[in-house]
Structure formats: structure tokens, C-alpha cells
């Protein structure tokens, strides 16, 4: 008798697995077929974000605030260069008037080997733009490279330094395109230091001496020698 019960309940067992496991398996295909689906799609908006991101045009912020650490001689007369700012630190806070974002740029040890170029948003994301690559003295500036992945590309900037004869003040203005960051500082155009007046100097009044004509002695007369 046990044994009739436990042949019966391998009978319904294995009953019961021929009719759920056609079941399942067909589940785990169509479970397998939507994974894939979405995997794909996803791959293929990501790329669509990409290639939107690289075919953007150029986003000009809004500066907000600017600060320079230990920074104030731009604004003199010194025919200020690229060179003149190596080391320096730099703050840009600006915001992305389409998108209305908040950023703030910054720049650290300008031009040096331990440079860097960072992105922060309001929320608190930072990105890092580029580490110092290279200086060109001749276009006063200065490049960074290899930055966090942006768009299927990493991120790269420079910062640039210049001359107008349309500002009277230091201007900052952060642009970006396709994932391309630059840092602009426009200041007054070299003037130059200031050229020097002559000063006159009084010249003394001519004194014209007046020399009187010499006197001449009068002549004896003739003394006449008795005959």
C-alpha cells in the first residue's frame, strides 16, 4: 500500500513539473527577450544623448560671481601675459540661462603640473574638466585634457587670457561645446606704463655784461730842444 502512495506521488510530481516547466521556460525566454530589449534601448538613447551633446552649439553662461586667489594686478598698467598668472587660482560661478543650472568653474594652479580644471552644479555633481596638459605663450593659453567622460568623449578646456580695448574691467566668461570647456579672463588692453612728462627746467635770464671802452692815455706833447 506505502509503496502504491509513493509511486502515485512521483507520478503527480512529475506530472506536475511536465506542466509547469514548458511554462516556466517560456517565461524565461520572454524574461531574457525584454532584458535584451532594454539593454539595446537604453544603449541606443544613450547614444542619441551623445551625439546631441557633440552636435550642440556653444552655451554661453551668465557670470555670476567671479573670485581670484591672490589676484589684483590685471587692472594696473603692466602688460599683463599668460606667464604672469601661472600658479594662480581661479572661481567662476555662472548659470546656464536655457537649462537655468547653477555652476561654479574652477581652475587650480594655473598652468602648473599639478593643475586641474573642475564643473560642480548646484546639486553638488562635480566633474573634472581636464588635468594641465600644455601652455602656449603666444595665445596666452592655457589647455587641459583627459577629463571625466562627457558624451562618449572625455571633457577637455582651456583657459584664455585676453586683451580688449572694449573692457575697463576684468570680465569672466565660461563657454561650452560638445563637452568642451573654456574659461575666458578679458582684461583692459596693455597700455603700457605711463610715459613721462619732461620737466622744464627754468633757464636762467642771459646777463649781457656791458664793457666800457678802454680810456686812452693822452699823448705828451712834443718837447722842443733848445738851439
Known sequence: MVS????????????CLNIIT??????????TMVLIFCCVLYGLISLAKG?????????????????????????????????D????????SVRDDIRGDDYT???SNLGQVNGRFDQVNNDGDEWNVGLFDSISE??????YENGDWCGGAPRRGTFKLIQSSEVVENIFTVTETSCIYDMILTIPKCTGPPTAVPTSVPTAPLTIALTAPPTESPTPAPTAVPT
Do not use: K, W
Not at 516556466?24 to 520572454?30: N, P, R
Not at 603666444?138 to 589647455?143: A, E, K, L, P
Open 4 to 15: 502504491i502512495m509513493v509511486t502515485q506521488t512521483i507520478s503527480n510530481i512529475s506530472s
Open 51 to 83: 551625439a546631441e551633446q557633440r552636435n550642440a552649439t556653444m552655451l554661453v553662461f551668465h557670470t555670476v560671481s567671479s573670485s581670484v586667489s591672490g589676484f589684483s594686478r590685471v587692472l594696473n598698467q603692466e602688460c599683463t601675459t599668460i606667464n
Open 105 to 107: 568653474y574652477s581652475i
Open 138 to 143: 603666444s595665445d596666452n593659453t592655457v589647455f
Open 85 to 92: 598668472l601661472i600658479g594662480e587660482d581661479f572661481s567662476v
Open 22 to 31: 514548458p511554462v516556466l521556460y517560456s517565461h524565461f525566454l520572454t524574461i
